[in-house]
């Protein structure tokens, strides 16, 4: 059994480089990925558990839950996905980042480096002008 912190720390570090930082969310004093479509925990076996709800709890509608389910089971076809009215839940070993879109998780930026370098130069002229 996971203590809260050894499952957060797992869950930071299992999505730290593929999701935003304003991704986590504590709720219920657990910490989860959240998304528009979606929340995410780690299980005591490492596995992931994944909620397909809406961010306010309210129930899908079954066209849009069909069609995430639908883009799951495509990218997963091993995962065994339940579904209630409104939700769904699977749990799996690994998560695509194809699934992050279609979960509207926030991904994490990547900035290639000519935009590093004019962002680093906008915040230089920004300080000199301060000064």
Not at 71 to 90: M, Q, T
Request: hydrophobic residues 35%; positive net charge; proline residues 2%.
């Amino acid at each position: 059994m996971l203590t809260e912190h050894e499952q957060s720390t797992k869950l930071r570090r299992t999505f730290e480089n593929r999701v935003s930082s304003s991704a986590f969310k504590r709720i219920d004093d657990e910490l989860r990925v959240i998304g528009k479509f979606a929340q995410i925990t780690i299980l005591d076996t490492g596995e992931l558990d994944v909620w397909i709800r809406s961010a306010d709890l309210t129930p899908l509608g079954t066209r849009k839950l069909n069609n995430i389910c639908s883009a799951v089971f495509h990218e997963l076809p091993e995962s065994r996905i339940n579904k209630r009215d409104g939700e769904a839940w699977f749990v799996t070993e690994h998560l695509p980042d194809s699934l992050f879109k279609v979960l509207r998780v926030r991904k994490k930026a990547v900035y290639s480096e000519e935009h590093k370098k004019a962002l680093a130069e906008r915040l230089r002229v920004m300080r000199e002008a301060k000064s």
